[in-house]
């Protein structure tokens, strides 16, 4: 015999309000291991409840109704709201979170935020008046194969390690964004007691480079390879370019343990 959708409605809620006395529940417990539709329905009206009774929750600095009034006779319990009350007003909340949704999204339309715009890149005289400041490289390579790679990963040519001499003496390398590439690799050392950077790129990224006329400060450019080197001086000729070659290392050797 099928049960009238009423009373159906009826010892749902008063299952849920905990009314049912033992046999009643039992039976209605039974009824929801064989029904499915009954134990999907019993979820959804859990479901609602629970977002009423979270939406009309009372602060937690706000006083207790036994704090304001005296204790009172217990009443017999209120029968609860009909299903489809409790459902509207899960429609209207939906309702309000979807029109929030859309006049943020319109706003968004209207007033758009502004489009990104990237730092403007460095000449390379603000670079080099940068780094003169304190002139100390990020890392100091240990060994050729460190100083390969290095370069190898940068500028696609895998350098010999330069070497202390009465000409140049390296300090280590760092990486700077600069007008060749966003991450240029710099050589920093000093020749005839004046500071020197070397830019090493990847030739595909050259950019034809010029300094103002009255600049303090020399540009000296040399491609090996599919590389490209610049080096910038107050010197009147190269120091370094001249000295840069291939390391004799395989690249077995020095891959990997580079910067």
């Known amino acids: 015999m099928t049960t009238p959708p009423e009373h159906h409605d009826d010892l749902l809620e008063r299952y849920l309000d905990e009314l049912l006395d033992d046999d009643q529940r039992a039976r209605f417990e039974q009824r929801l291991a064989q029904e499915p539709e009954l134990r999907r329905a019993v979820e959804q009206q859990q479901q609602i409840n629970a977002a009423i009774k979270r939406l009309h929750a009372a602060p937690d600095h706000a006083p207790t109704l ?3 009034q005296p204790a009172s006779p217990a009443a017999p319990p209120r029968r609860r709201a009909a299903p489809w009350v409790k459902l509207a007003v899960a429609a209207a909340l939906l309702l ?3 029109a929030t949704f859309v006049v943020y999204e319109a706003r968004e339309m209207i007033w758009p935020p502004p489009p990104f715009s990237p730092p403007p890149t460095p ?19 240990e060994n050729e194969a460190q100083f390969a790679d290095s370069f190898d990963n940068r500028a696609g040519y895998p350098l010999a390690m330069l070497e202390t001499t009465d000409a140049f003496t390296p300090l280590g390398i760092s990486r700077r964004r600069t007008p060749l590439s966003p991450m240029t690799l710099l050589l920093l050392g000093r020749a005839d007691g004046r500071e020197i950077i070397v830019f090493a790129t990847r030739l595909r990224y ?3 480079t010029t300094l103002p006329p009255d600049s303090a400060l020399h540009l000296f450019r040399k491609a090996i390879d599919d590389a490209v080197f610049y080096e910038l001086s ?5 120091r370094v370019l001249p000295l840069l070659r ?3 290392l395989t690249p077995d050797q020095y891959d990997g343990q580079g910067w």
């Open 246 to 248: 291939r390391t004799t």
């Open 123 to 141: 000449t390379f005289q603000q670079i080099y008046a940068d780094t003169l400041q304190e002139f100390e490289p990020d890392w100091v390579c």
């Open 66 to 68: 036994e704090q304001i």
């Open 206 to 208: 050259d950019k034809p």
């Open 96 to 98: 309000v979170i979807s």
């Open 234 to 238: 107050p010197l009147d000729a190269p």
